[in-house]
Every structure is written in C-alpha cells, then in structure tokens.
C-alpha cells in the first residue's frame, strides 16, 4: 500500500523560506515519478514540481528559480525547498507519486497517490 505523509510546512514572512519533506513507502521508490502540488481554498489543486523517475524535473512558471525539488532515495524522501515565499504561496501542499506518468506533468488528474497535505501560510 503506498503511503505518502508531508511534512515541514508552517507560517512564514514573506522573502522566507521553508522546506517541505515527503515521506514515501510501500512500493519500490525509485520506480515512480513524485510531484509536489498545492491547492488554496477556492482554487484549482495546481502543480509545483516533479522529479520524474530518471531524475529529470519539471516546475511550474510561478515557481522557477524560487523552488527545488529534490529526493534522497536512501530515506525514501522527497523534499521541496520553497525560497523567496510569497502572499500568493499560501496554500495546502501535497505530495504525490506514480508509476506511469509519461510524458511527465503537472496536471493532478494524471497522479494516483496522494500524501494528506501541509499547510504553508505565507504574510505580507
């Protein structure tokens, strides 16, 4: 059974940075493809960012040159380094896996494993 559980999330100041974690088991990690995605109240679930299952990534436009994924494959872990938070970061983040994303892409209707999100508050 795959379990993904997040972690890491908090309230911050914008110009802050935080990290989020994602605990990954219960299938062979290094198979899947992983993604971060977020959804703030009254919004679309959108996608961050994606690791594929080759190593390559993939980030949304709001996102690029402020946000690294990255995974640690002996911890079963993924990670996103959130830097330079904006207002407009505010949002539940969740996790998500899958064996059969290709191409690769940010659309959450093409993932089946979801973790049950964190919440990160972004001031002005």
């Known amino acids: 059974q795959v379990r993904l559980v997040e972690s890491g999330g908090g309230s911050v100041q914008a110009g802050g940075s935080l990290r989020l974690s994602c605990e990954a088991s219960?299938?062979?990690?290094?198979?899947?493809?992983l993604a971060w995605f977020r959804q703030a109240p009254g919004k679309e679930r959108e996608g961050v960012a994606l690791?594929?299952?080759?190593?390559?990534?993939m980030y949304a436009d709001s996102v690029k040159g402020r946000f690294t994924i990255s995974e640690d494959n002996a911890r079963n872990t993924l990670y996103l380094q959130m830097n330079s938070l904006k207002p407009e970061d505010t949002a539940l983040y969740y996790c998500?896996?899958?064996?059969?994303?290709?191409?690769?892409?940010?659309?959450?209707?093409?993932?089946?494993?979801w973790g049950q999100g964190t919440q990160v508050t972004v001031s002005s």
């Open positions: 998500a896996a899958d064996p059969f994303i290709n191409p690769p892409e940010l659309w959450y209707g093409a993932w089946t494993y």
């Open positions: 219960g299938y062979t990690y290094s198979n899947y493809s």
């Open positions: 690791v594929d299952s080759d190593g390559s990534t």
